[in-house]
């Protein structure tokens, strides 16, 4: 083998375990001596990357492979090959397979590639491939041999044959598929969210992943792969949940968190919700954040039915810049036909509102360059006065805390004892003034001389000019205040994109951040992004997980009604 072989599939043959194959970036490669020595094997393939292998149980000199084909060249070089000698050489047996190429510079999944196959262990002609790009998502399946193949996974159309459930936003692109030994018929294949079972060989398919328990709410039944952003307890009921998720937009439970909905009609980015704000005084008023997560895009949008229906509002034609909207404020205090409206642009800075989002306009002076906000707080007794929290970038290597004492009109950057340039959050307890940020761990390069700052959760008694570490963690990224002020709450994460989550979950202090212990019982997921206490009743907490959804606990040490 290659020293520099990416190695994606290995295959044992059922009838000889001695014989092996691989398929690796370099093409196939076979063992006849159960791995001790290998030689390629790739006759007829083309010199593209091979991804999956599947031999034919009833059949074990038949093989099939999967190519890659680079996305944006020409001609379109991947698919399905076939073998007849146990993978010695190999055929294309592409009929009836979409070979679409995106334009160059287009995101891979324009283009048609193929990996996860599968081969019914009573046929050998019989074959399932699955197809990863969005422009052909979905199983495809030949039942000679690979001579012709047909899209089976029919999810749009006259001739649709799929139960889509509630995720409806995005295409079946397979990323795993598997078929019974033991009952061929059955077959699933999940993609980045739905998970989908048929019992037919392919004719029909029924979604597996949500209940459905009326018109348009559904349950989860365990299994959930869902970021969530942000959780909002509406204030006239508490189970009602405004739930923002990544990816998939805005979730509105009305039996706290048992089941859900979706919210998105009249949204213009309706993949990602970033926070909700409620109305004090009329229950029907909504405000909304929503926008883009791979490119800086984004917009307010406001409810007058209870996010029963929506309208954008906060655009570049109302003065607000194009930009992810993360955090929004209310000043409850504005007069009820003139709400005044704070919000956080990415890379434009603080703008604000006097019509309850008609207009816009820039309150960023003194925050420097492009600032990118990670938090931002109003102090409702004194609605003038407001915090932010900017990251690091190039045009402000350190970021900073910043207070304004005229409504945004200019800004004063305040933590001149302690730097965070990775901030993560901003709260401000109304109860004694303290002021909370988490912080990740960053070696910060923008810096002259690049240096580690350290992450973990922070307190200023005094307004920001000092600052205590009351625990110190790589990944601190969250916190939420407890019903009494010595009661604290930290959410730690982790890099994105690590197999096992290294982060701790859910730190409880009760002694006002001098110690701490782990709260994780029956969390599957330690990778934190949200904690909200319900502050009508303490002993309920909510936890939002990067990528396993939403918890919900007790925890009888708070009391409550």
């Not at 409880?508 to 502050?535: A, C, P």
């Amino acid at each position: 083998l290659p020293e520099d072989a990416i190695i994606s599939d290995l295959e044992v043959r059922p009838d000889d375990s001695k014989v092996v194959l691989a398929a690796t970036s370099r093409g196939i490669y076979r063992s006849d001596d159960a791995g001790q020595s290998w030689r390629r094997s790739s006759e007829g393939l083309p010199e593209r990357p091979t991804w999956e292998l599947s031999i034919a149980a009833s059949q074990p000199e038949v093989v099939y492979c999967t190519v890659w084909s680079k996305p944006g060249a020409q001609p379109w070089n991947g698919g399905v090959y076939r073998s007849d000698d146990g993978g010695k050489s190999w055929r294309p047996k592409l009929v009836g397979l979409p070979k679409l190429v995106g334009k160059p510079g287009a995101p891979a999944p324009m283009t048609s590639n193929y990996k996860e196959i599968v081969v019914d262990p009573r046929d050998a002609n019989r074959v399932y491939v699955g197809g990863t790009a969005w422009v052909t998502a979905g199983v495809y399946r030949t039942t000679d041999g690979g001579e012709h193949w047909e899209w089976c996974s029919r999810h749009h159309g006259d001739r649709k044959n799929m139960d889509y459930g509630w995720i409806t936003n995005w295409g079946p692109a397979v990323k795993c598929l598997t078929i019974s030994p033991v009952a061929p018929d059955r077959l699933y294949f999940g993609t980045s969210g739905h998970v989908f079972r048929t019992d037919d060989g392919g004719e029909t398919w029924r979604q597996v992943y949500t209940e459905r328990v009326g018109r348009d709410r559904w349950k989860g039944n365990g299994l959930e792969v869902t970021c969530m952003f942000n959780l909002v307890i509406d204030p006239f009921d508490r189970r009602r949940l405004y739930c923002c998720y990544n990816d998939i937009g805005l979730l509105i439970s009305e039996d706290g968190g048992e089941s859900f909905r979706r919210s998105r009609e009249g949204m213009k980015n309706s993949g990602n919700c970033f926070m909700v704000v409620v109305d004090p005084e009329h229950r029907d008023t909504l405000w909304a954040t929503t926008g883009q997560w791979s490119s800086n895009v984004g917009d307010v949008c406001k409810s007058r039915d209870r996010g029963q229906t929506w309208s954008v509002v906060g655009r570049p034609e109302t003065g607000l810049p194009n930009g992810q909207t993360k955090t929004l404020l209310l000043n409850p205090a504005s007069p009820r036909g003139k709400r005044r409206l704070f919000v956080a642009v990415n890379g434009h800075g603080v703008y604000f509102s006097d019509d309850g989002g008609e207009s816009w306009k820039n309150r960023s002076q003194g925050l420097g360059e492009a600032p990118a906000v990670r938090g931002l707080v109003l102090v409702p007794r004194v609605p003038e006065t407001l915090y932010v929290a900017v990251a690091a970038t190039k045009a402000n290597p350190l970021g900073g805390i910043y207070r304004s004492t005229d409504a945004g009109e200019r800004w004063e950057r305040i933590n001149e004892s302690l730097d965070f340039p990775d901030v993560k959050s901003l709260r401000r307890d109304e109860r004694n003034g303290a002021l909370y940020v988490t912080a990740r761990e960053m070696y910060n390069r923008y810096l002259e001389r690049p240096r580690l700052f350290k992450g973990g959760l922070y307190r200023s008694r005094d307004d920001g000019k000092t600052w205590e570490c009351l625990k110190e963690h790589q990944f601190a990224s969250c916190m939420e205040l407890g019903p009494r002020p010595e009661i604290l709450y930290l959410g730690t994460t982790d890099h994105p994109y690590h197999d096992r989550c290294q982060g701790d979950g859910v730190w409880k202090s009760k002694d006002g951040g001098r110690t701490w212990q782990q709260e994780n019982e029956g969390l599957t997921d330690t990778g934190v992004s949200v904690i909200t206490l319900d502050r009508t009743e303490p002993t309920t907490i909510y936890v939002g997980t990067g990528g396993n959804g939403l918890f919900k606990g007790r925890d009888r040490a708070n009391g409550g009604r």
